[in-house]
């Protein structure tokens, strides 16, 4: 766990440099080039705030992220399973890397 | 279907007001004349009759003895994911409802027996992939067979006998964007229509009309620029992912052979284009045919009228969630549509505006809207960023939910829930979604927030429904998102979200009777009559996106309340 989330702090210098891009389609032949353009604010906006209230900061349909005790795996398994009648699963919509920038805005959420 | 012994005998003591021709021994086939009908007995399409009105005439139970309500029978469907949102039919004696993952029961109406059940086989890693899944709202009824939509984007019919699939028939390839059908179909003249889910994502949002003898597909609307008119008013090419659909049914009106229905609102939910929407923002323009009335034509699929309620929807306030009232007030033929804002639109048959009404109090999305034209005025159209001084009301929820109302005949007043809360959300300038894909398309950050300086509740009122005028209210400390019903019996049945049942009288609104059905309510309520006895059936099981909210907004029992069971609870005089 300690050594991705060493790596995802590496990655979140790539993704400082590259909001306010458009996301990709579902992933496919995913390049390193797909994961400069992954906004995770805007990935929140359009869909997972849906559930998860305030970016993620506040319990609403779904549980409150900001501060969650959760694992690392433990998110990453939720993300691409899903939960059954709770959360749709995204394993096909997001590749590891993705998910590793998820895992980095989720950890580094703060109240507005 | 069994022959009912001393039918005349049986029916004398039902107290209904109309005559009734005696009954065959075999059932007559569901048909339009007999939908139209209504059925005293029968509850033959989604919201009763085309009149849809959610209204049963029968007054065996009625406000003196209502007090001597008991359980008659229970089912339970299992594998009740999400709860139960469905609504149940009655034809001669037997009820068809269905319960998660379009799972379809055919129940003798007297003892709850199971005649046939069918479960399609559903494509779960798909249903795995969605948010609004795996429910569904019920059936309809025609021509000797039951038809059910799935939230893998097909279109079933069974015989109504045997349960045997008679076709199945694929109309969305629900892959590409994981949406399907969750509502209800409606059978009208040879042909069954359903229209798709599809605001929240970036498609546009078709309804179909199917062949009812064969399956096949007659025609396909899209709601989301389905005219070259309507391609104009969405500006760089936005109607391409522009949302839309029809996922709750409308009605048909026969003296016009036409078919009613609400869209769903587009895509992106929230715009950051400011004042300014016809010329800046995701999606320029006021977006048709979204949020809007469509009238159609039943056997071509061309539009016919429109009124778009809510013109650019920058706030998710779908058409698709209201009933269509077929009313006549003063000689004049009218429709009463609620939309999910809180605003009541009165149209005449050609959905000209006659009048505009408020049912909610905590609005201010708009100012108001005009009553003579249907104006939208003082819009709030958002730029990028917050939004919390004051918050957006109504909330992502509505003003008004899809749950349906109840107009009664006889008391002349439309029973119907408001939903009063607020939100504050952070717009974002998302980058336009340019090809259909798996992820929603919503625009914002958001979270729900109580109405400004007062709190967030729900209530039931009986109003005018052409006026709007307020004869009484009940108030709830949580929205009830559960159908309403009235009836001749001069009652109003209510099943609130945590999780009791109310009975009150029509005209006064005093509570008569209660119940505990064990866990909440969102699906639907109605009533047929047996063997000249008199049933109230009503699904509980809470577990929907809206009812998602409840637990970590209100607490209490929503904490412990299950999202994955259900059961059809059926009540009759002891």
Redo the contacts between chains.
């Keep these: 766990m300690r050594l991705k989330y060493c790596a995802a702090v590496f990655l979140r210098a790539v993704l400082v440099a590259s909001l306010g891009y458009a996301m990709p389609a579902p992933a496919q032949a995913q390049t390193p080039e797909d994961l400069a353009n992954f906004d995770v604010n805007q990935l929140f906006a359009s869909t997972c705030g849906f559930c998860h209230s305030d970016g993620g900061r506040d319990a609403g349909k779904g549980p409150q992220l900001m501060g969650t005790q959760r694992s690392d795996e433990f998110m990453r398994e939720r993300i691409k399973n899903g939960k059954q009648g709770a959360m749709p699963a995204f394993g096909a919509s997001f590749n590891e890397q993705q998910i590793d920038a998820i895992i980095i805005y989720i950890r580094d959420l703060k109240p507005r | 279907m069994t022959k009912r012994p001393s039918c005349l005998v049986s029916l004398a003591s039902v107290a209904i007001a109309v005559a009734l021709p005696a009954p065959t021994a075999s059932a007559q086939a569901v048909d339009t004349a007999r939908i139209e009908a209504g059925g005293q007995n029968d509850w033959l399409t989604n919201h009763g009759s085309y009149k849809s009105f959610n209204y049963s005439p029968l007054s065996q139970i009625n406000a003196s003895n209502v007090g001597n309500l008991g359980v008659a029978w229970i089912h339970i469907p299992g594998k009740s ?2 709860g139960l949102q469905s609504t149940p039919l009655v034809a001669d004696g037997v009820l068809y409802y269905t319960g998660s993952y379009s799972r379809v029961f055919a129940l003798k109406g007297d003892t709850g027996e199971v005649l046939w059940s069918y479960f399609p086989e559903l494509d779960e ?1 798909l249903v ?4 609004h ?1 795996p429910y569904n709202r019920g059936v309809a009824i025609g021509e000797g067979k039951v038809y059910v939509g799935t939230v893998d984007g097909r279109l079933i019919a069974l015989d109504m006998k045997t349960g045997k699939v008679a076709w199945d028939t694929k109309l969305i390839d629900s892959q590409k964007l ?1 949406v399907g059908f969750t509502g209800a179909p409606l059978y009208a003249k040879n042909t069954v229509i359903i229209g798709s889910q599809g605001g ?1 994502w970036p498609g546009r949002g078709p309804i179909f009309a199917v062949d009812a003898a064969t399956g096949k597909k007659k025609w396909e609307f899209l709601t989301v620029a389905g005219t070259d008119d309507a391609q104009k008013t969405w500006g760089n090419d936005s109607w391409r992912t522009g949302g839309g659909g029809g996922w709750m049914p409308g009605t048909y009106d026969s003296e016009t052979n036409t078919i009613l229905w609400g869209t769903a609102n587009p895509a ?1 939910l929230y715009d950051w284009s400011g004042a300014d929407f016809k010329t800046q923002g995701a999606r320029p323009g006021d977006n048709l045919y979204t949020t809007s009335v469509i009238a159609l034509d039943l056997d071509s699929g061309k539009l016919k009228s429109y009124h778009q309620e809510l013109p650019h929807d920058a706030w998710d306030f779908d058409s698709a969630v209201g009933e269509f009232l077929m009313l006549e007030r003063d000689g004049q033929k009218l429709v009463v549509h609620p939309n999910k804002s809180g605003f009541v639109f009165v149209y005449d048959r050609n959905l000209a505006v006659k009048n505009v009404w408020r049912m909610v109090q905590n609005i201010n999305f708009v100012k108001d809207i005009d009553p003579k034209t249907g104006e939208l005025i003082g819009r709030r159209d958002f730029t990028a960023g ?1 939004v919390e001084s004051p918050p957006l009301c109504p909330y992502i929820g509505g003003g008004i939910s899809w749950n349906s109302g109840s107009y009664n005949p006889k008391t002349g007043l439309y029973y119907k829930i408001g939903q009063e809360w607020c939100m ?1 959300l ?3 300038k ?4 340019v ?1 259909p ?12 927030a109580p109405p400004p300086g007062g709190e967030i509740y729900g209530h039931l009122d009986a109003r005018d429904p052409v006026t709007g005028a307020k004869k009484w209210e009940v108030r709830f400390p949580e929205p009830p998102i559960a159908s309403v019903l009235s009836t001749g019996g001069n009652l109003v049945f209510l099943p609130d979200a945590r999780g009791t049942i109310h009975a009150y009288d029509a005209d006064s609104g005093a509570e008569l009777w209660s119940h505990s059905d064990g866990t909440g309510h969102q699906g639907g309520i109605v009533s047929y009559a047996v063997g000249g006895k008199q049933y109230i059936a009503v699904t509980a099981g809470f ?1 929907g ?1 809206l009812s ?2 409840y637990a ?2 209100f607490g209490g029992v929503f904490k412990s309340m299950p ?2 069971d259900g059961a059809l609870i059926v009540y009759s005089l002891k």
């Design positions: 994911t999400r890693a795995a992939r969605q948010t899944s994981t929240e992106p917050k504050t952070e717009v974002q998302t980058t336009p979604v090809a894909q798996v992820q929603l398309n919503i625009g914002a950050d958001f979270k729900m577990g996106m998602d909210d970590a907004n999202r994955d």
